[in-house]
T-cell receptor, first 113, second 109 residues
Framework: KAGVTQTPRYLIKTRGQQVTLSCSPISGHRSVSWYQQTPGQGLQFLFEYFSETQRNKGNFPGRFSGRQFSNSRSEMNVSTLELGDSALYLC????????????FGSGTQLSVL | QQPVQSPQAVILREGEDAVINCSSSKALYSVHWYRQKHGEAPVFLMILLKGGEQKGHDKISASFNEKKQQSSLYLTASQLSYSGTYFCGTELGGNKLVFGAGTILRVKS
C-alpha cells in the first residue's frame, strides 16, 4: 500500500512569488491535513480537508490556502512568499476526522530567498 | 495552548529506560504521540483517549492523567532504533492537533 506522497520534495522560491504544493493521500483516506514544521515553531497546523471541504483551519494568514479534489488529493498554495515561510510542509492523511492516527508524507522543503 | 514537553533532550545507553512528559494547561480529550527521525516524516506511536482507553504501539507504553492534564510516554529497555524526536499532540477538534516542541532522544550503544 503506497504511503502519502508529496511533491515536489524540494522547492526554492524568491520573495513575492507564489507556490503550490501537492499531496496524494493513502488510498481510501478522505482526510488530508497540512502542517508547517520549522526549527523555531515546531509543528503547526495549517488546515484540514475532508470530502473536499475545509473542516479546520490554523492561525495562518490568508496567504495560505488549500483545496481538496474529489479523489482526495490536496494542494496547498502560498501566495506572496515571505522569508519566514521557509519551512518543511508536511501533509498527513487519515481515514476519518475523529482524532485519528495520521500518516505523514515526507514533506516539501520550501526555501524562500 | 501548546503542550509543554519535558525533558527537551535525553541521552540513553541501550537498555536504559526513559520517560517523556507532556503537559497541557487546557483540558485534554486525547493525547497523540509521534516519533520523527532526522530527515523523515513523523510516525504515529500512540493515541490516549479521555476515559483511559489506549491505542497504539505495543512496545512503548503511555499513561494519561486527566486530572493533571498530563501524559507520559514510557520507553523501556531502549534500543538504537528509538532515537529520534518525540512529539506529543493534543486535540483541538477533528484531526487538528497542536504539538509540543518535541523531545530529542538519543540512544547510544
Amino acid at each position: 500500500k503506497a504511503g502519502v506522497t508529496q511533491t515536489p520534495r524540494y522547492l526554492i522560491k524568491t520573495r513575492g512569488q507564489q507556490v503550490t504544493l501537492s499531496c496524494s493521500p493513502i488510498s481510501g483516506h478522505r482526510s488530508v491535513s497540512w502542517y508547517q514544521q520549522t526549527p523555531g515553531q515546531g509543528l503547526q497546523f495549517l488546515f484540514e480537508y475532508f470530502s473536499e471541504t475545509q473542516r479546520n483551519k490554523g492561525n495562518f494568514p490568508g496567504r495560505f490556502s488549500g483545496r481538496q479534489f474529489s479523489n482526495s488529493r490536496s494542494e496547498m498554495n502560498v501566495s506572496t512568499l515571505e522569508l519566514g515561510d521557509s519551512a518543511l510542509y508536511l501533509c498527513a492523511s487519515s481515514f476519518g476526522t475523529n482524532a485519528e492516527k495520521l500518516f505523514f508524507g515526507s514533506g516539501t522543503q520550501l526555501s524562500v530567498l | 495552548q501548546q503542550p509543554v514537553q519535558s525533558p527537551q533532550a535525553v541521552i540513553l545507553r541501550e537498555g536504559e529506560d526513559a520517560v517523556i512528559n507532556c503537559s497541557s494547561s487546557k483540558a485534554l480529550y486525547s493525547v497523540h504521540w509521534y516519533r520523527q527521525k532526522h530527515g523523515e516524516a513523523p510516525v504515529f506511536l500512540m493515541i490516549l483517549l479521555k476515559g483511559g482507553e489506549q491505542k497504539g504501539h505495543d512496545k512503548i507504553s503511555a499513561s494519561f492523567n486527566e486530572k493533571k492534564q498530563q501524559s507520559s510516554l514510557y520507553l523501556t529497555a531502549s534500543q538504537l532504533s528509538y532515537s529520534g524526536t518525540y512529539f506529543c499532540g493534543t486535540e483541538l477538534g477533528g484531526n487538528k492537533l497542536v504539538f509540543g516542541a518535541g523531545t530529542i532522544l538519543r540512544v547510544k550503544s
